[in-house]
């Protein structure tokens, strides 16, 4: 499963919303207490981290609608080359009155082009580069090819843009993975030393446990 979806649709979605909750309300409890020195230092610990939260947050969104954007795009671009590739077949269908077997019709689709056009973006791609090629002989093909010449050189580019923008995409999300593990591990030992912090406080002080427990939701 991807970051995207981990840190939309998951369980891990729920941890890491939680998370920063969680340390806002010990922050906003700490704050509450600006008089108190020993505990305004303790506020601007966990304020540092929940800074840093909301710095991933941030990454998190332009990447999550990056990769949702990578997706359209191929999504759009297997589209077009599906129906170039299509239109490609069926006109050598019918200058072949057809026969698949005829050597013209095979130059272009080892295989039928129906197969071709039912797989996958990337697995389309070295057929197409294939009837590309073929294009891409000019005067030695019919003319009714000639003008899938320009459709189809631009069809592949948007693919190989399209696959490049996802992949690029997908791993972003994946470093920004290492980051929230990393933060979840720090948010973590802070709020503990936060904990541990108040129970020392509340000792000195002489109070009760729910001193350190009002800190906490």
């Given at each position: 499963m991807s970051t995207v979806l981990q840190l939309t649709t998951s369980a891990a979605a729920a941890l890491w919303e939680d998370a920063y909750e969680q340390l806002s309300f010990t922050a906003y409890a700490l704050r509450s207490q600006a008089a108190d020195e020993e505990l305004t230092e303790l506020f601007d610990d966990v304020r540092g981290v929940l800074a840093d939260w909301e710095a991933i947050e941030a990454d998190r969104r332009a990447l999550r609608a990056r990769a949702i954007?990578?997706?359209?795009?191929v999504r759009v671009a297997d589209a077009a080359l599906d129906r170039t590739l299509a239109r490609v077949g069926?006109?050598?269908?019918?200058?072949?009155?057809?026969?698949?077997?005829?050597?013209?019709?095979?130059?272009?689709?080892?295989?039928?082009?129906?197969?071709?056009v039912s797989l996958g973006l990337e697995g389309e791609l070295p057929g197409a580069s294939l009837v590309m090629a073929q294009l891409d002989e000019g005067g030695e093909i019919p003319d009714p090819?000639?003008?899938?010449?320009?459709?189809?050189?631009a069809c592949l580019t948007a693919a190989h843009q399209a696959i490049t923008g996802r992949a690029e995409s997908y791993a972003g999300l994946g470093r920004l993975q290492a980051r929230v593990e990393a933060w979840l591990e720090?948010?973590?030992?802070?709020?503990?030393?936060?904990?541990?912090a108040l129970d020392e406080l509340a000792e000195e002080r002489g109070l009760s446990d729910r001193f350190a427990a009002s800190f906490f939701p």
């Open positions: 954007e990578a997706r359209a795009m069926e006109t050598l269908l019918e200058l072949t009155e057809g026969d698949r077997d005829h050597d013209l019709y095979r130059r272009f689709f080892p295989e039928d082009h129906e197969r071709l090819l000639v003008a899938f010449i320009a459709p189809m050189r720090t948010a973590g030992a802070v709020r503990a030393n936060t904990q541990n």
